[in-house]
Structures are given as C-alpha cells and as structure tokens.
C-alpha cells in the first residue's frame, strides 16, 4: 500500500512558476513509478508527466512539453512536478499518482493516487 499526499499548488500568475510535491508513505516507494494528472473543471483526468522507478524515462504530455519537468528523490520518497511559464489553461486541481513497474504502466493504470492539490493560473 502507497499513500500519497501532494503540496505546493495555490494561485501564480500567468508566467509564473510553480513546483509540486508528492510525498509517499509505505513500503518500497523506489520501486514504484510516478506520474501527475490533473483535471480542470467539466473536463477528464488527463495525464501529466510520468517518471520511472530509477528517475529515468520520463514522459510528458505534448501541452507541457518545454515548460513542466517531472523528477523524484527516493531518498526523501517524493516526486516533484516543476511547472514554468503557466498559463491560465494550466488551472486544474493537480493528482499525483504512482504504479509498480514502467512509466507506461503509471500512465495507463494508476494504482494509487493522492487527495490532489489545487493550481489556479491567473491571466
């Protein structure tokens, strides 16, 4: 079993910056890979960027490519979702979620997810 728990969303202006905390609990975190979503209002979860087990690998979405960076640090069993140059489309609540095997695996079917944290982009 994983838990999850994500911090560091809150209102930025357009441009601006934003870095995203997924902290996880439970057994054999490194062996997990991460990935985050988000959905914005009357629209579907949508994929992110996802990460594998060894930090390699990663994998985002073609409309945060060049701005969002995913990473982890297993030591401190977190991963980080680094998002620049934010724009108001951006504003979605934010979902970490995490998988045994591959990124393909965390992108397709997520295990488990956290509560998820709230970004809101101001033009």
């Known amino acids: 079993q994983v838990q999850l728990v994500e911090s560091g969303g809150g209102l930025v202006q357009a441009g601006g910056s934003r870095r995203l905390s997924c902290a996880a609990s439970?057994?054999?975190?490194?062996?997990?890979?991460m990935g985050w979503f988000r959905q914005a209002p009357g629209k579907e979860r949508e994929f992110v960027a996802g990460?594998?087990?060894?930090?390699?690998?990663?994998k985002l979405a073609d409309s945060v490519k060049g701005r969002f960076t995913i990473s982890r640090d297993n030591a401190k069993n977190t991963a980080y979702l680094q998002m620049n140059s934010l724009k108001p489309e951006d504003t979605a609540v934010y979902y970490c979620?995490?998988?045994?095997?591959?990124?393909?695996?965390?992108?397709?079917?997520?295990?488990?997810w956290g509560q998820g944290t709230q970004v809101t982009v101001s033009s």
């Open positions: 990460i594998s087990w060894s930090g390699r690998f990663p």
């Open positions: 979620a995490a998988s045994r095997g591959s990124t393909e695996n965390v992108l397709t079917t997520p295990e488990y």
């Open positions: 439970g057994r054999a975190f490194s062996s997990y890979a």
